[in-house]
């Protein structure tokens, strides 16, 4: 196959492809977002938007960067104002050699003045010069995303530079890290990128919470301390996903929320489950046995201002709080002395279109805790029980309709003549609570829930 053959190269005979869509091509993979290095980008890219009947976009005024959308709203050409004099001098500024191969679109020659096509082969990241990470501290966690999506392994000199800039990692502004860490949360090797990146130290300035959970050392139920428990989680949630049907693959895929799929959040909040451990951290003088009371509500609350604060979005903030705070959820459902569809509905209900991703956490969790008290029948169990819940979900999830909506606000405020405040609210979650337990069904039943319930 010849790169020219994609449908929209096709048509252009000028400029350069470069970057990810190049390496992609060099890999056998499919891409739908085309890099083009060229001079007079704005011009090129208004001409190609008009020849292709596509949106033209304006990405980055400052850094001449446009964009082309086609009206299929998944291919895409990202238009950029070649740096240098010429196509040599460009690839000089990339990050890395397997990112600075380009394909001359008028001759049909790649251009490979670094080594980029030789390190894809051997399957090596190496930078181009140490300069550019002085230029943008940003590809020194670019250097971890890459190893987290492709898996290769860093040259001695990347090691090297990477020590010697890893001082530099929180210069770039919290967006653009965000971004980099919901790319590498959602790379095949994530678990590898974050065993890699907490050698240099990396990881604690991240997430400052780590330099507390690598104070919880292992106890007779978890064989790991407590930040190698996550990042091992976050290792089963990679092999649970590898090796799941299609169903279940096609919905951790979806972007449901914050540009990426649910995979890559899911494994975000596999890494930080269990970040309110060690403020819930105790030691029992009787039994010497380790416990973490309410370490689910805790580490829920906790994550909202860390994640904040790296500029994560309030909808993917929420998933990772969600997550965080009913990751032991589905294990008590299914403990439950008497399991029965209407417990295993309550859950379902409850969670609604999280359902696989909180039980995907729950299962990963056992997986990744094997201390001397837990023997392999208890984690078959487990996982057999969860297995079952996940079943019952998929047999019932197309016949699922939203809970009506019985009363609203401001007739549950007449009812009870009270106004707005924190009461109508607790009301509100109460009556929603009954409906999902089954106790509330009509609207008869809800106008006598709320009169009768007592302030």
């Known amino acids: 196959m010849n790169i020219k053959d994609d449908f929209i190269l096709s048509e252009i005979n000028e400029g350069y492809l470069v970057g990810g869509s190049v390496r992609d091509f060099l890999c056998g993979?499919?891409?739908?977002?085309?890099?083009?290095?060229?001079?007079?980008?704005?011009?090129?890219?208004?001409?190609?938007?008009?020849?292709?009947?596509?949106?033209?976009?304006?990405?980055?005024?400052?850094?001449?960067?446009?964009?082309?959308?086609?009206?299929?709203?998944?291919?895409?050409?990202?238009?950029?104002?070649?740096?240098?004099?010429?196509?040599?001098?460009?690839?000089?500024?990339?990050?890395?050699?397997?990112?600075?191969?380009?394909?001359?679109?008028?001759?049909?020659?790649?251009?490979?003045?670094?080594?980029?096509?030789?390190?894809?082969?051997?399957?090596?990241?190496?930078?181009?010069?140490?300069?550019?990470?002085?230029?943008?501290?940003?590809?020194?966690?670019?250097?971890?995303?890459?190893?987290?999506?492709?898996?290769?392994?860093?040259?001695?000199?990347?090691?090297?530079?990477?020590?010697?800039?890893?001082?530099?990692?929180?210069?770039?502004?919290?967006?653009?890290?965000?971004?980099?860490?919901?790319?590498?949360?959602?790379?095949?090797?994530?678990?590898?990128?974050?065993?890699?990146?907490?050698?240099?130290?990396?990881?604690?300035?991240?997430?400052?919470?780590?330099?507390?959970?690598?104070?919880?050392?292992?106890?007779?139920?978890?064989?790991?301390?407590?930040?190698?428990?996550?990042?091992?989680?976050?290792?089963?949630?990679?092999?649970?996903?590898?090796?799941?049907?299609?169903?279940?693959?096609?919905?951790?895929?979806?972007?449901?929320?914050?540009?990426?799929?649910?995979?890559?959040?899911?494994?975000?909040?596999?890494?930080?489950h269990d970040i309110g451990k060690f403020s819930t951290w105790i030691i029992e003088e009787d039994t010497g046995r380790h416990r973490f009371i309410k370490h689910d509500d805790v580490g829920a609350k906790m994550c909202v201002p860390l994640l904040k604060d790296l500029k994560f979005s309030k909808k993917q903030i929420e998933y990772v709080s969600l997550m965080i705070k009913n990751h032991i959820y589905p294990s008590n459902v299914i403990s439950s002395l008497e399991l029965t569809d209407k417990i295993m509905m309550r859950y379902v209900r409850k969670m609604n279109d999280n359902v696989i991703d909180n039980i995907f956490l729950a299962k990963a969790d056992r997986l990744s805790a094997r201390g001397v008290d837990i023997t392999d029948e208890m984690v078959e169990t487990n996982i057999t029980g969860l297995n079952n819940l996940l079943k019952f979900y998929m047999s019932v999830k197309d016949t699922l309709e939203p809970l009506p909506k019985l009363l609203d606000g401001l007739e549950i405020m007449e009812i009870k003549n009270i106004s707005q405040s924190p009461l109508l609210g607790k009301i509100i979650n109460e009556l929603h609570e009954a409906q999902l337990n089954g106790i509330v069904n009509t609207r008869d039943e809800a106008i006598e829930f709320v009169n009768t319930y007592e302030i």
């Open 29 to 272: 993979k499919v891409f739908v977002d085309r890099d083009i290095a060229i001079k007079g980008a704005e011009k090129f890219a208004g001409d190609i938007a008009n020849k292709l009947d596509a949106t033209f976009v304006v990405l980055d005024s400052e850094n001449l960067i446009y964009r082309v959308v086609l009206k299929d709203k998944i291919n895409y050409l990202d238009i950029t104002e070649m740096q240098g004099e010429t196509i040599e001098d460009d690839l000089m500024r990339r990050d890395f050699t397997i990112n600075a191969i380009a394909f001359d679109l008028a001759n049909g020659s790649f251009i490979d003045i670094v080594g980029g096509q030789n390190d894809l082969k051997n399957k090596v990241l190496r930078q181009i010069q140490d300069k550019n990470f002085e230029d943008d501290p940003l590809r020194i966690l670019r250097a971890f995303r890459f190893m987290a999506t492709t898996g290769f392994d860093f040259a001695p000199e990347l090691k090297e530079a990477v020590g010697k800039y890893k001082n530099l990692i929180l210069k770039p502004a919290k967006e653009r890290i965000s971004y980099e860490l919901i790319k590498l949360f959602g790379g095949e090797y994530a678990f590898q990128a974050l065993v890699n990146a907490d050698k240099y130290g990396i990881l604690e300035d991240l997430f400052p919470c780590i330099n507390e959970m690598k104070q919880v050392p292992p106890n007779t139920h978890h064989h790991l301390d407590l930040f190698h428990h996550s990042l091992e989680t976050v290792r089963n949630i990679e092999l649970l996903y590898l090796n799941s049907d299609e169903n279940i693959k096609k919905h951790l895929d979806i972007v449901s929320f914050g540009g990426f799929p649910r995979i890559n959040h899911l494994k975000l909040s596999a890494f930080l």
